[in-house]
Nanobody, 127 residues
Framework: HVQLVESGGGTVQAGESLRLFCTAS????????MGWYRQTPGKEREEVAI???????KYQDFAKGRFTISKDNAQNTAALQMNSLRSEDTATYYC??????????????????????WGQGTQVTVS
């Protein structure tokens, strides 16, 4: 069965960095769209960054220049390097993945919304 497991969350001070990891298993597809989302209590889950099977990434404005998403296709893993963290980055971060037959951040955005599988989340707290 499909499973996504996130790790790497924690508590840091503003200005510090964290690296989140996601391991996807159980997919039969050779290419995956993968992405990171975050959610705070009382708010809707929001997209952070998405990456397609070729490594093309799409970032939300708040993530540009500070966060970097990467992917290892052979291992079906994704990482999110977060630098210059701010208090407003405090949230539960979720990994998503879905089978891909196309390319591009916009394409993967649609895939993850429609058929994406989700992990349980990892907490990031910036004080």
């Amino acid at each position: 069965h499909v499973q996504l497991v996130e790790s790497g969350g924690g508590t840091v001070q503003a200005g510090e960095s964290l690296r989140l990891f996601c391991t996807a298993s159980g997919f039969t597809a050779s290419r995956l769209c993968m992405g990171w989302y975050r959610q705070t209590p009382g708010k809707e889950r929001e997209e952070v960054a998405i990456i397609d099977g070729d490594g093309n990434a799409k970032y939300q404005d708040f993530a540009k220049g500070r966060f970097t998403i990467s992917k290892d296709n052979a291992q079906n893993t994704a990482a999110l390097q977060m630098n210059s963290l701010r208090s407003e980055d405090t949230a539960t971060y979720y990994c998503a993945a879905g089978a891909s037959r196309g390319r591009g951040g916009d394409y993967c955005e649609g895939i993850l919304k429609a058929i994406g599988f989700w992990g349980q989340g990892t907490q990031v707290t910036v004080s």
